[in-house]
């Protein structure tokens, strides 16, 4: 399976088991939002607790917040969200389809790494094990020339972006016949901004509604409650204050399922720190969050950091944490080192002093921040597609058949135990339904009579849960049932009374943070 099918499995094992849904699909859906099912549900939430637990109960210096969605207007003025937050479009004339300029120019770049990457693919087969990858790149004439096209390219697109300059952007699209992937043409428009942000109106007459954002991001609802978090909670600087919540984007391409979204949720966590110290929480920061995603057992060569070459003008540090989704690296998350910016320009626009009082050393001054921004709903993304494994499982007639699994870590899985009854008959119904009302307020179990054993097995691993009991004419006789591994499939008997014992650790958020 190539990784287009592949991801198209994707999403429609999604749907099918009740993961990801199109919103409203009865009417033929809206475009890059979705809503979350009931294992959805508790995947998202689970992604939600191992976030917050990892930074607000690990960390005594960083404490939750959960500021509204709207905010004075004014904010987004402050943040420059207004003049900046815009995205650079692009029509086809033939196709009618809109796109974004810049993410057309990547797609070129991202073409010749691909093919710079096939050449060395092809060299390490050629040259076995004495291929010396640095010195190839420097040497080879094809992918030397592949490297000073894409320099040139880059340079000139950073430039255009820096600016920005919008009639040099159409002439790279031009200049490197950069075609409509629908039309196959070139017949281009010019190229305008488009503001992402998403606005509404609050107050009941015509007269007195004032027009209003709905957040394009969480950090903001962070900065405008710096004083009241940090004068109510007696924070000591250096200290950081999480929030989870929605954010709202009109993107132009929303495309790849969930990981481009107009309705999506974020986890953002601002660390306010002392100037000139910004930079080793910086590092501090990257450190903890790498560590964060890598300790989910996807393996380490799934993750990789790209530090921004060119920083924002208030940022003087950013990297992505980049995950490898089955269309290549993509942002996760972006750890970003924001100077005084956000509190410097709320203090202008508010006319409110916003200063923290160091009593180490008697000084005023406005903190620096470091940022940690993960998307909820990319983070799902990137859990689902590491999941999801088709593999070969042995039949119960000795035979070997296809089984689809989602191998999701044990601690973010929905459900964390399925209780069969062998029969419906014989009093084992009554014990399976015992055995998950004394385990329920542990984990999440579930309770599953219709087919066969083996079907059942089939339908939870396709579910994701990690364990399932079997309860059989030997269980009212000695208290034993069959507990299956879901990645394994070895199955064991055990005692019920052991069953909290051996699942409960392993399915708890605490494996994941300890
Ligand atoms: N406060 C900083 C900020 O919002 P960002 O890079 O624009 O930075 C942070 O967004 C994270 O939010 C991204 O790394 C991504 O995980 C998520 N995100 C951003 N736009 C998104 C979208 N349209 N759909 C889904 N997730 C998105």
Not at 83 to 110: C, G, M, Q
Not at 353 to 380: A, C, H, L, W
Not at 402 to 417: D, E, F, S, Y
């Amino acid at each position: 399976m190539n990784q287009e099918e592949l991801f198209k499995r994707l999403v429609s094992h999604c749907k099918e088991y009740g993961y990801v849904f199109q919103s409203s699909e009865i009417y033929d859906g809206l475009s890059a939002v979705y809503d979350y099912g009931p294992y959805g549900v508790e995947l998202k939430n689970n992604i939600k607790k191992y976030w917050w637990d990892s930074m607000v109960l690990l960390h005594e210096q960083v404490v939750g917040l959960d500021s509204a969605i709207f905010m004075h207007p004014t904010v987004w003025k402050a943040s420059g969200h207004v003049d900046a937050f815009n995205d650079p479009l692009i029509d086809n004339k033939d196709s009618k389809k809109r796109y974004r300029a810049d993410v057309l120019i990547e797609e070129h770049l991202e073409k010749i790494d691909n093919k710079i990457e096939k050449e060395i693919v092809k060299a390490r087969k050629r040259f076995g094990e004495t291929f010396d990858e640095p010195l190839f790149k420097e040497t080879n004439p094809r992918v030397k020339k592949y490297n000073d096209q894409r320099q040139q390219l880059h340079e000139r697109y950073q430039k255009a972006m820096e600016l920005p300059d919008l009639k040099e952007l159409r002439q790279i699209i031009l200049d490197y016949e950069i075609v409509c992937p629908i039309s196959g043409s070139r017949n281009w428009t010019e190229v305008r901004q488009f503001n992402l942000m998403f606005a509404t109106e609050v107050g009941s007459t015509a007269e007195s509604a004032m027009k209003v954002f709905l957040r394009p991001e969480t950090a903001q609802g962070i900065y405008v409650n710096f004083l009241n978090v940090q004068k109510s909670g007696r924070m000591k600087i250096p200290f950081g204050i999480a929030q989870i919540g929605k954010a709202f984007r009109n993107e132009i391409v929303a495309r790849q399922f969930i990981f481009r979204m107009r309705e999506f949720e974020q986890m953002e966590m601002q660390f306010f720190v002392k100037p000139g110290e910004e930079l080793k929480w910086f590092e501090y920061w990257k450190n903890i969050r790498m560590n964060w995603h890598q300790a989910l057992g996807f393996g380490a060569d799934m993750y990789r950091f790209h530090d921004h070459d060119k920083l924002a003008h208030y940022a003087n540090a950013a990297t992505d944490i980049e995950f490898r989704f089955p269309f290549g690296f993509k942002e996760v998350e972006g750890i970003h080192s924001r100077t005084d910016f956000d509190l410097k320009m709320h203090q202008e626009y508010s006319g409110r002093k916003i200063q923290y009082f160091d009593p180490d050393d008697n000084t005023s001054y406005t903190p620096y921040v470091i940022e940690t921004s993960i998307g909820v709903d990319r983070m799902f993304l990137q859990i689902i597609s590491a999941s999801l494994k088709e593999e070969e499982a042995p039949t119960a007639e000795g035979g070997v058949a296809m089984r689809t699994v989602l191998k999701l870590p044990p601690a973010l899985a929905p459900v964390k135990l399925a209780v069969f009854p062998l029969v419906r008959k014989d009093g084992l119904p009554a014990i399976a339904r015992k055995i998950i009302s004394d385990l329920k307020f542990d984990f999440y179990c579930q309770y599953d009579e219709k087919d066969s054993i083996g079907k059942r097995y089939r339908r939870h691993d396709a579910i994701g849960t990690p364990y399932c009991v079997t309860v059989d004419h030997q269980t009212p006789v000695d208290d034993t049932v069959t507990l299956r591994n879901r990645d394994t499939m070895v199955q064991e008997r055990v005692k019920i009374a052991a069953l909290k014992e051996i699942i409960a650790d392993k399915v708890s958020v605490i494996s994941l943070l300890k």
